[in-house]
């Protein structure tokens, strides 16, 4: 699975962004896709979950209410809206798959880990001045 993320770049305060993540590579069998970010010096952090079987999206608590994850299976993308960006929300944001088991998990433990993706796509960066 190969994973192309886009979208990224310097905005105000108060704007927004939607971060595109390509997925190719990988024949359609159920599967759970998250962003998730990194600040320098601090851990990765899950931003956004959505499952391809109907699960509800998942969300980080840092983000509820200004972020909305979409997927369009037609053209094997995820998308990430973010919206009345701060200045906490500067980092680099990464797009990851997992199978679809770990939707079931994120929502069973309240935990949007890392180790539930097997994939990863290099990160976009984005800047909140």
């Known amino acids: 699975v190969q994973l192309v993320e886009s979208g990224g770049g310097s905005v105000q305060a108060g704007g927004s962004l939607r971060l595109s993540c390509a997925i190719s590579?990988?024949?359609?069998?159920?599967?759970?896709m998250a962003w998730f970010r990194q600040a320098p010096g601090k851990e990765r952090e899950g931003v956004a979950a959505i499952s391809s079987v109907g699960h509800d999206p998942v969300y980080g608590d840092s983000v509820k209410g200004r972020a909305i994850i979409s997927q369009d299976n037609v053209k094997n993308t995820v998308y990430q809206q973010m919206n009345i960006l701060e200045a906490d929300d500067t980092a680099m944001y990464y797009c990851?798959?997992?199978?679809?088991?770990?939707?079931?998990?994120?929502?069973?433990?309240?935990?949007?880990?890392?180790?539930?993706?097997?994939?990863w796509g290099q990160g976009t960066q984005v800047t909140v001045s």
């Open positions: 990851a798959w997992g199978p679809s088991s770990a939707m079931p998990a994120i929502q069973a433990r309240g935990i949007m880990s890392p180790a539930y993706f097997a994939f």
């Open positions: 590579g990988y024949t359609y069998r159920g599967h759970c």
